[in-house]
């Protein structure tokens, strides 16, 4: 039997997977900082700066109220 749910819940699962999957980039990049240098660190702050643009997004669409 099919039962229709609110899109939310998929919705905050799929961000609950993006930002889980950014946590398995984000440790070995950490674990070898040294050998990877500025150039490292600022491919970095990219990184997390277009993860934080798209929580800032879907923050701003109210895609992440729960109720």
């Given at each position: ?53 798209g929580?800032?997004y ?10």
């Amino acid at each position: 039997m099919w039962s229709q749910s609110n899109i939310r819940y998929y919705v905050f699962a799929l961000m609950f997977v993006l930002f889980d999957v950014e946590a398995v980039f984000i440790f070995p990049w950490a674990t070898r900082l040294e050998v990877y240098g500025v150039f490292g660190l600022v491919e970095m702050a990219i990184f997390i700066f277009i993860l934080a643009l798209g929580l800032f997004y879907a923050w701003r669409k109210r895609l992440l109220r729960w109720v």
